[in-house]
C-alpha cells in the first residue's frame, strides 16, 4: 500500500505554499495581524479563485469533489505561513456544517453557494458562558430560537466565535422547542460593534437587551493569537435562518469536529515544521565560543527533539485526515490522536526553537512568538492533550474484547 502523496497532491503543496510565500511574506503577515481586523479581506477572493475554498465539497453541492486529505494540504501551508483569513472558521468550521445540511436547501444552500462563489464568509458560534464548551455538547445550548411570523429569531450569548468580526454569516448552535438546531445570522444586516476584550458587552448591548429590541452585537475579545481573533456574539431577537431542523443537529456537529479536529492537526503539523526550520537555519550560522551553537549538544538535540514531534505529528494528521476523507470507522480515535500529539508538537516545537535561537528569540520582531502563540490556540481548542489522550483511553480499554463478546453470548449475558 502507498502512504505517499500523489503527484497532484504534491503539486498542489507545491502551488500553495508559492502562492502564500509570495503573498504573505511575514512583514505583511504582522501587518495585518496587527491592524483592525487581524484579517485580509482581499485574501478570501484570491483563495476562492484558486480553488482552496470547496476543494472537498462535493460537486453537486458546487464544490470541486476533491478528498478532505486533498484539503488537509491546503490547512497545513496555511498554519506555515499564519494565513491571515477565515479559512479554518470558514472551511473547517462553517463548511463541513452546510454541506452535512445541505440536502435540506433553503438557507443552507444559498449561504453555501455564496461562500463558495467568495462573496461570504463563516464561522460556527457553539461556545457559552455557562453552557456548551465541546462542539457536540448539545445537552448544555442554552440560546434559545423562537419562531416568529417571519421565521425564526435567536436570543442568548455565545462566546469565544472564530474569526467573528471577519466574517460575514454565523451560524449558531441554539434551542428550539424540538430540540437543538442550527440557524444562520446574516452579520451584515444591522450588526453594532461592542468593546474590545472586556466580559461586559458594552453599553450599546445593553441597552438592546434591556428595550428587547432585535439586535445583533459583536464583542471583539483581546486574543493571544492576533491571526486568529475571537469574539462574543449577542442576539436579542436576531432574524435568522434556519439550516439544520431542531433535534438533528449533533450528528452534524459530532461530523464538524472530527474534521476540525484534524484540519487544526494539520496547521499544527506546518506550525512546527515552520519552527524547526527557522531555529535550524539559525543554529547552522550562528557562532559562539568560535563554533557554530548547532555543533553543541545542548542545542542540537533540541532540534532533533523537535523533529522526531514533528515526524509522529504529521504521520498521525496524516491518518486522521485519510480517516475523516474515508469515513472509517477510526475516525474519531485518529483524529483524538492526530490533535493530540500535533498540537503538544506545536507548542513543543515554538518553546525549543525560542530556547535554541537564544535572546533574539525572545523579541516581539521575531516570528517566532506568533507561531507559539498559534501553537498554544491550536492546542487548546476542543481541550488539551491529555483530555484527548482520556478519550483514547475509554474507547481502547472499555471497548468489549472477543473474549468478553464471546463469554457474554455464551451465558446469555
Known sequence: MDFAFSAEQQMLRAAARDYLTDRYPFERVVEVADGELGSDPA???????????GLSVPEGHGGAGMSFLDEVVLFEEAGRALLPAPYFATVGLALPALAAAAPAGGGTDTLLAGVLAGERTATLAWAEADGPVALVDVEAVSVTASRTPDG??????????????????????????????????????????????GAEVGAAVAAAVGAAVAATVVVPRSTM???????????????????????????????????????????????????????????????????????????????????????????????????????????????????????????FAAENAIQAMGGIGFTWDHPLHRYYKRALGIDAFEGYGREHRADIAAALLDAPTVESTVLDTATGA
Open 43 to 53: 485574501a478570501w477572493p484570491q483563495l476562492v479563485e484558486l480553488g482552496w475554498v
Open 152 to 197: 425564526w429569531a435567536l436570543t442568548g450569548t455565545k462566546r469565544f466565535v472564530p474569526d467573528l468580526a471577519a466574517v460575514s454569516d454565523v451560524i449558531v448552535v441554539a434551542r428550539a422547542e424540538d430540540g437543538v438546531g442550527l440557524w444562520r445570522v446574516d452579520l451584515r444586516a444591522g450588526t453594532e460593534g461592542g468593546a474590545d476584550g
Open 225 to 347: 493569537d492576533r491571526t486568529r481573533r475571537l469574539g462574543d456574539l449577542v442576539l436579542t431577537a436576531t432574524p435568522a435562518t434556519l439550516l439544520v431542523s431542531p433535534g438533528q443537529a449533533k450528528p452534524v456537529l459530532e461530523q464538524v469536529r472530527l474534521r476540525a479536529l484534524a484540519a487544526l492537526a494539520g496547521e499544527a503539523v506546518g506550525v512546527a515544521e515552520r519552527c524547526l526550520e527557522i531555529a535550524a537555519e539559525y543554529t547552522k550560522t550562528r557562532q559562539q565560543f568560535g563554533r557554530v551553537i548547532g555543533t553543541y549538544q545542548g542545542v542540537s538535540h533540541r532540534i532533533a527533539d523537535i523533529f522526531v514531534a514533528l515526524q509522529l505529528a504529521r504521520s498521525l494528521a496524516y491518518w486522521a485526515a485519510w480517516a475523516v476523507s474515508v469515513g472509517a470507522a477510526e475516525a474519531p480515535l485518529a483524529c483524538a490522536a492526530a490533535k493530540s500529539a500535533a498540537g503538544e508538537a506545536a507548542v
